[in-house]
């Protein structure tokens, strides 16, 4: 059990385009998610959290209108990357958490910007 | 605030031999301490975890014991595989701050 899904698990894309990626709760639901990102060889950095329904809470120095993170149901939250840029590159990770304190993370999604 | 701190890698060794991989932290209260392992290309999978002191964490021949006394969450393992080579990463929970800390990380690689 506790399955967390990404979607895709890679992807290219064009400098100026924006990019979708999906996180998926497959057996669960998950009242909190949580989105990282990270570099080569270093440790990940929490994006957001987001709880379903309610807005995303970013961390400091994270561009909110830039990573747009949308918890529409207890199974599904999304991160869009807009008008992404060659710096935007990056292995996203996500990680769904129900009410206990435990997290669940997805296999990541590798994000390269031409 | 809140910190985790690793040893830094790589740690390179041979088949069958001992692993540690030092943790510390620092925490207010009480905080949940966990071993993430990371393969190649993948997400992050829990490896152990602890949730009070003294308690002990134990999976896949690893473990590792939460030392309040010592702020220090230690991951061993008595004969190491080739298919242990990966990346590991200590963590704390703090409920207070509702998230994960994690140390930067230590690389393992295991050379038969």
């Known amino acids: 059990g506790a399955v967390v899904s990404q979607h895709p698990s890679w992807v290219i894309c064009k400098s100026g385009t924006s990019v979708k990626i999906e996180c998926r709760s497959l057996d669960f639901q998950a009242t909190t998610m949580f989105w990282y990102r990270q570099f080569p060889k270093q440790s990940l950095m929490l994006m957001a959290t987001s709880n379903e329904g309610s807005k995303a809470t970013y961390e400091q120095g994270v561009e909110k209108d830039k990573f747009l993170i949308n918890h529409a149901s207890l199974t599904l939250s999304t991160l869009t990357v807009t008008s992404a840029h060659p710096e935007d590159s990056s292995f996203y990770i996500c990680?769904?958490?129900?009410?206990?304190?435990?997290?669940?993370f997805g296999p990541g999604t590798r994000l390269t910007v031409t | 605030g809140n910190s985790v701190t690793q040893m830094e890698g790589p740690v390179t060794l041979s088949e069958e031999a001992f692993l540690t991989i030092n943790c510390t932290y620092t925490?207010?209260?009480?905080?949940?301490l966990f071993w993430y392992v990371q393969y190649p290309g993948e997400g992050l999978q829990l490896l152990l975890k602890?949730?009070?002191?003294?308690d002990k964490g134990s999976n896949k021949g690893f473990e590792a014991t939460y030392r309040k006394e010592t702020t220090s969450f230690h991951l061993e393992k008595g004969s190491v595989q080739v298919s242990d080579s990966a990346v590991y990463f200590c963590a704390l929970f703090s409920g207070g701050y509702n998230k994960l800390i994690f140390g930067a990380g230590t690389r393992l690689a295991v050379h038969p």
């Open positions: 602890a949730t009070k002191a003294d």
């Open positions: 925490a207010t209260g009480y905080p949940s």
């Open positions: 990680s769904a958490s129900t009410a206990s304190y435990e997290q669940y």
